[in-house]
């Protein structure tokens, strides 16, 4: 919260009575008292209404701590937060549940052995919105896909394995199996 604290200094003129504000107007003292505590009511109101727009910060950075066997369309269970700031990621669910209305940018990148290709889905409330592919000879072991999105609050996103895949274990020996959520304009 802000705090502002203006002292004023108003010099009398010889009837006592008058007193010049600093724009070169002369005023009845009490008149200018008025109008210098109107002034700093609506500055403290714009102040309040400012701080009221601000929203919550909204950022989950989540990833595995070793090699993660996955099932049929299983949900890939990050279990490392690195940053939970907002609390939105939920590690029982396996997914991020928005706090905030807005503009997100959601990456998944995703590691697998040799040879061995998987997709990720990235999911929204049970439909597909991404993919990233990894470990086919077309693709390298490690992969991302980053993706700017609305959406709104109460809005599921997690990952899961995708279909075709042949790997069944995402690889924790050559990067990070990551998934990040970022919220960077609110509504």
């Known amino acids: 919260m802000l705090i502002i604290f203006i002292v004023i200094f108003t010099p009398h003129s010889a009837s006592g009575y008058l007193t010049e504000l600093s724009d070169g107007n002369k005023c009845q003292r009490f008149m200018c008292e008025y ?4 002034t700093l009511t609506n500055l403290i109101d ?4 400012l701080e009221a727009q601000q929203r919550p910060a909204v950022s989950a950075y989540v990833r595995l701590s070793e090699t993660t066997t996955l099932g049929t369309s299983g949900r890939v269970k990050y279990n490392i937060e690195i940053t939970n700031i907002g609390g939105a990621y939920n590690f029982e669910a396996s997914q991020f549940t928005v706090p905030v209305p807005g503009i997100y940018i959601v990456d998944v990148t995703a590691c697998v052995t040799n040879s061995e290709a998987m997709n990720i889905d990235i999911m929204k409330d049970g439909l597909k919105i991404g993919v990233v592919r990894s470990g086919s000879p077309d693709y390298v072991d490690c992969s991302s896909a ?12 997690w990952a899961q394995r995708g279909v075709p895949s ?4 995402l690889f924790e020996g050559r990067g990070w199996n990551s998934f990040t959520a970022t919220l960077i304009h609110a509504d």
């Open 35 to 38: 109008e210098i505590r109107e």
């Open 46 to 49: 714009r102040i309040s209404k």
């Open 146 to 157: 980053s993706l700017s999105i609305h959406l709104d609050a109460g809005d599921n996103i």
């Open 166 to 169: 042949y790997s069944h274990s």
